[in-house]
């Protein structure tokens, strides 16, 4: 992953539980470097060590860790300068979950390394759809409802996520049934 994702988990860190408790966690990831750049690509590991030492250290679940760093997520790269980026993927919640592989894939002409996910959206109703995610990272279910949460408070608008469950057994393919009020 990127090193503007684990900036966003230490900023997320601080803001909730100040720098102390983030050196902490740093420590416990085994996290040497002293500050991430974002533009340069970093191993998995150092994310997923990150969310276990935070896991571990505030006796919190890995899975609530990652729900609420996928809220933060939204909010961090409208505040890093990234908010044009999300704006021209959509003016409404449909509109933009639509757009997501298109926007990823603007992103990776600065990001050359990234290994985004693919998503793909099936209206249900007028206010419901399925929403299938793509990946080859593991266990990042509940970081992507995170990020359809924060997307409902960018957008302020409610949003509920279920999540299904694995497409065809497939650990790389997800199902969510999501639902909006405008």
């Known amino acids: 992953m990127?090193?503007?994702?684990?900036?966003?988990?230490?900023?997320?860190?601080?803001?909730?539980?100040?720098?102390?408790?983030?050196?902490?966690?740093?420590?416990?990831?085994?996290?040497d470097e002293v500050a991430f750049v974002s533009m340069q690509p970093y191993p998995d590991e150092i994310t997923y060590n990150i969310v276990g030492a935070a896991s571990e250290h505030l006796g919190a679940n890995p899975d609530d860790i990652l729900e609420a760093f996928g809220q933060y997520w939204i909010k961090?790269?409208?505040?890093?300068?990234?908010?044009?980026?999300?704006?021209?993927?959509?003016?409404?919640?449909?509109?933009?979950?639509?757009?997501?592989?298109?926007m990823h894939a603007h992103i990776a002409q600065s990001f050359t390394e990234l290994k985004p996910?693919?998503?793909?959206?099936e209206t249900i109703d007028a206010h419901t759809f399925k929403f299938e995610y793509h990946t080859e990272?593991?266990?990042l279910v509940r970081f992507?409802?995170?990020?359809?949460?924060?997307l409902g408070e960018r957008f302020k608008i409610s949003v509920g996520v279920e999540y299904i469950g694995t497409i065809d057994g497939n650990e790389?393919?997800?199902e969510y049934r999501v639902t909006y009020n405008s």
Not at 144 to 150: D, M, P, Q, W, Y
């Open 2 to 31: 990127y090193g503007l994702v684990n900036k966003a988990a230490q900023d997320f860190v601080i803001e909730g539980h100040g720098e102390e408790v983030w050196q902490i966690i740093k420590t416990k990831a085994g996290v």
């Open 76 to 102: 961090f790269t409208m505040e890093e300068g990234y908010s044009h980026v999300l704006d021209l993927a959509g003016r409404t919640f449909p509109e933009f979950l639509n757009n997501l592989n298109n």
């Open 117 to 121: 996910p693919t998503f793909f959206c």
């Open 137 to 139: 990272r593991p266990g």
């Open 144 to 150: 992507v409802k995170g990020l359809l949460l924060g």
């Open 172 to 174: 790389n393919s997800h």
